[in-house]
């Protein structure tokens, strides 16, 4: 099923701890928040995703993990889990929806040897922050999306070793071998991922 852009998909509603056999390493976790960082992006990509991570599974610890990029604390990784019952660590979900999606090349293309080097590729970038000038980046790029940038501005909004949660999820998937489209601006959404044909919709996650 391909992803809606403009509304939060009601359909294919799933309780996690009934989905939760059906997740696989690589897939894409998308979220609709309702802060005003997420307003922002929102707005700015005619969306209503505002974030966007992948899943790795520990079968070895009986857990399954988020890698995402968030502000203001960079790359990371939590239990999916928080995401529905502790999100905040004071015991409430994440402020928002929740869906999980799959590329399509992605379980052909990540062999036992590239699964494992982009899960090592991944873990590697875990503690890059956002600095205190991230947050006028992330508006700056959203803002490129609508000019018509030429030239020596476009280099201004060159991809640097700060990550929004979207850059972080496709330099990873980059390194295994799948590209997504990126826009020639400088900036990539998480409406981007969701835009892309081998990217679908498996299920819209409810708290267990």
Same mark, same amino acid.
């Given at each position: 099923m391909a992803i809606p852009l403009k509304r939060f998909p009601k359909n294919s509603v799933a309780a996690y701890q009934q989905f939760r056999k059906q997740i696989k390493s690589g897939d894409l976790l998308f979220?609709?928040?309702?802060?005003? %960082?997420?307003r922002m992006i929102q $707005?700015?990509?005619?969306?209503?995703?505002?974030?966007?991570? #992948? $899943?790795?599974?520990?079968?070895?610890?009986?857990?399954?993990?988020?890698?995402?990029?968030?502000? @203001?604390?960079? $790359?990371?990784?939590? @239990?999916?889990?928080? =995401?529905?019952? +502790?999100?905040?660590?004071?015991?409430? *979900? =994440? *402020?928002?929806?929740?869906?999980?999606?799959?590329?399509?090349?992605?379980?052909?293309?990540?062999?036992?040897?590239?699964?494992?080097?982009?899960?090592? %590729?991944?873990? +590697?970038? #875990?503690? =890059? @922050?956002?600095?205190?000038?991230?947050?006028?980046?992330?508006?700056?790029?959203?803002?490129?999306? %609508?000019? @018509?940038?030429?030239?020596? +501005?476009?280099?201004?909004?060159k991809r640097d070793r700060e990550y929004i949660c979207s850059e972080y999820v496709w330099e990873c998937y980059r390194h295994l071998g799948i590209r997504i489209e990126y826009d020639p601006k400088g900036f990539i959404a998480p409406a981007d991922f969701a835009k892309a044909k081998e990217v679908t919709l498996l299920a819209v996650l409810k708290s267990p």
């Open positions: 979220c609709s928040g309702s802060g005003v %960082f997420s $707005v700015g990509t005619k969306s209503t995703w505002s974030h966007v991570g #992948f $899943v790795m599974r520990l079968d070895a610890i009986d857990r399954v993990m988020v890698l995402e990029s968030v502000e @203001p604390l960079g $790359v990371r990784t939590v @239990p999916l889990r928080k =995401y529905l019952v +502790d999100y905040d660590s004071r015991g409430n *979900p =994440y *402020p928002g929806g929740v869906a999980i999606a799959r590329h399509g090349a992605f379980e052909a293309t990540a062999t036992k040897k590239k699964l494992r080097r982009f899960g090592q %590729f991944a873990a +590697d970038l #875990f503690g =890059y @922050p956002y600095d205190k000038d991230e947050i006028v980046k992330i508006a700056a790029r959203i803002a490129a999306s %609508f000019l @018509p940038f030429r030239g020596k +501005d476009r280099k201004a909004l």
